[in-house]
């Protein structure tokens, strides 16, 4: 299982995007002292001025600190979370804390802090009053939020072709919701892919105005009826996080072949940071490429795939002679977004 077994559990957020452009969010510790939330003034709002992953469209200048769009993500992340910082930690640097709630969202949760400000501060401004937790099934979590005006704020994030699918709109550069288009969706597909070749995993966010004639003070949201409202979403951008691989991990995987062992990784994230972590510790060997990598290659790889990525939803439509075929003929193998019971299914496999 990758996280936090063959990774360190220990995220960190390192790429945005939003306003059509990607941002370096690297936090260094040391720029952070106790009790301050102060963002180093080279530091743009949501990140840093260096260069996008390679193949990511290209980075323009970021926008001013009141960028309507880094100012709608901030909510969201401040918002759709339920992390929080363990009491009695005030004298103890942002980076350092120790938090309730996974590594994901701590990871958040702590990039807020020290960007923006008080986490708390704003959630008590913005009383939650109706969720649906993250679950493996969904693949998102939301939240519902008491606005001025007796109006209600969805937000939303998860798995970012979760998100994107119950979106209608995006928000643009200017801060503008647009209708959503074919180059949106492009540069989306092309950015999660660049990100995820990274071995990061990528978050997608999203929110929604409630209309009050619909949804008036007071309304009684249903957690077992979400298509009532999600649906008509605004997609406001991504958040990739990083949590690198256990230094000994290689070695551990390299021995466990030398002895015969097959090494087959099981995870929740989205195939391509799936593929990149196994091609890091060694679960995929060097110069093998998986199935789906040799049927979408432009260029014709000769040699029979060795390795192959399967994903959850496949994975579903199988039978269990299917898996056991798999497990049979390929020396590398890796599950991607797979849900517990699916984990189970093949452990027993």
């Not at 290209?58 to 979370?81: F, G, M, N, Y």
Request: hydrophobic content about 35%; proline content about 9%.
């Amino acid at each position: 299982d990758k996280t936090g077994t063959l990774t360190e559990n220990k995220m960190t957020v390192s790429h945005l995007w939003y306003g059509e452009a990607v941002f370096n969010a690297s936090i260094h510790p040391d720029l952070h002292p106790p009790n301050t939330n102060d963002v180093p003034p080279e530091s743009p709002p949501g990140g840093t001025s260096e260069s996008p992953p390679k193949g990511t469209p290209e980075k323009r200048e970021p926008p001013p600190q009141s960028s309507k769009v880094w100012d709608t993500l901030a909510r969201i992340i401040a918002l759709c979370s339920r992390a929080t910082f363990k009491e009695g930690q005030e004298v103890v640097r942002v980076v350092d804390r120790q938090c309730n709630g996974d590594a994901s969202e701590t990871a958040l949760l702590k990039y807020y802090e020290l960007k923006v400000g008080s986490v708390i501060d704003y959630r008590n401004r913005h009383p939650k009053i109706f969720e649906i937790p993250f679950n493996s099934a969904n693949k998102y979590q939301l939240s519902i939020h008491d606005q001025p005006a007796n109006t209600y704020l969805l937000v939303m994030k998860g798995a970012p072709e979760k998100v994107l699918e119950v979106c209608t709109t995006y928000l643009n550069a200017r801060g503008q919701e647009l209708p959503m288009s074919t180059t949106f969706t492009d540069n989306f597909e092309k950015v999660y892919g660049n990100l995820g070749n990274r071995g990061e995993r990528v978050l997608g966010f999203a929110q929604k105005l409630l209309d009050s004639k619909l949804h008036p003070s007071g309304y009684e949201f249903d957690p077992d009826s979400p298509g009532l409202f999600l649906h008509d979403l605004c997609f406001v951008g991504v958040v990739s996080l990083v949590d690198p691989p256990r230094a000994a991990v290689p070695a551990a995987v390299a021995r466990c072949r030398r002895a015969g062992i097959k090494v087959i990784m099981i995870t929740g994230d989205h195939p391509t940071t799936a593929k990149a972590i196994a091609r890091a510790v060694g679960i995929i060997s060097p110069g093998v490429h998986t199935v789906d990598e040799t049927l979408t290659s432009p260029i014709p790889i000769d040699d029979e795939a060795q390795a192959i990525a399967i994903h959850g939803s496949d994975l579903a439509e199988m039978k269990d002679y299917d898996i056991d075929s798999i497990l049979l003929q390929y020396p590398e193998i890796i599950f991607a977004r797979t849900s517990p019971t699916q984990k189970l299914r093949i452990v027993e496999g």
